[in-house]
């Protein structure tokens, strides 16, 4: 069964670091993965699709990486901003037959001005 | 009205009430699905519907009842919920091809709470 995991659960930074945000899944065999972000109380937002094939997208400020044998992807998000504070979901989608997504718990980000 | 809309955007009931969640996709997608988004858990898939036709279930209690008229349009509809059902419901919409699920694009969701 897969399972997506995401470290660390909560992060606090000041306005302007680079960070990084890990994830995490158990079977390799996926078909692609997506970056997701939640406000608050809000639904999904898409940031970052990467294919199975790919290593990894590139969005502005953020860039997401794929090591599909490794089972891992982080996202790095550079010169961060107040406005950046929100929860980051990382899903993975089963395979190409699958349809629906597997998420992990996210981890939610606090930026500091 | 762009993107995938839900109604209500909060909702409360009683263990006896019956409601329904609504969601719109302006997408021109051919599938929609339902998740469940409750505090300290991952989002969890609770049905998944491709031209209309049902394709997953994921051991969704009979208290949770899907409806797909068409490819643009999902219900849920609620009867006798737990209070364990207080969650944020959440619903999305792709298009599916012959490689599989696209992206899928999420609406703002449904904030229940059962009382």
């Known amino acids: 069964k897969q399972e997506v995991t995401q470290i660390p659960a909560a992060l606090s930074v000041p306005e302007g670091e680079n960070l990084v945000l890990n994830c995490s899944f158990t079977d390799s065999a996926i078909y692609n993965l997506q970056w997701f972000r939640q406000d608050p109380g809000k639904g999904l937002t898409s940031l970052l699709l990467?294919?199975?094939?790919?290593r990894e997208q590139t969005s502005g400020r953020l860039n997401a990486s794929l090591d599909k044998s490794s089972g891992r992807s982080t996202l790095y998000i550079a010169a961060s901003q107040p406005g950046d504070s929100a929860t980051y979901l990382c899903a993975v989608r089963p395979g190409q037959a699958g349809t629906a997504l597997i998420f992990g718990k996210g981890t939610t980000l606090s930026v500091s001005s | 009205e762009t993107g995938v809309t839900q109604t209500p955007r909060h909702l409360v009931m009683g263990m006896t009430n019956k409601k329904s969640l609504k969601c719109e996709q302006h997408l021109g997608h051919n599938a929609m699905y339902w998740y469940k988004q409750s505090a300290k858990k991952p989002l969890e898939l609770m049905f998944v519907y491709n031209f209309k036709e049902q394709t997953e279930n994921n051991s969704v209690p009979s208290r949770f009842s899907p409806e797909c008229p068409n490819s643009s349009h999902l219900f849920l509809h609620l009867h006798t919920l737990q209070p364990e059902d207080s969650a944020l419901y959440l619903c999305?919409?792709?298009?599916?091809?012959?490689?599989?699920?696209?992206?899928?694009?999420f609406g703002p969701g449904t904030r229940l709470t059962v009382t």
């Open positions: 999305a919409s792709s298009q599916i091809g012959w490689q599989g699920a696209y992206e899928q694009y």
């Open positions: 990467i294919q199975s094939s790919q």
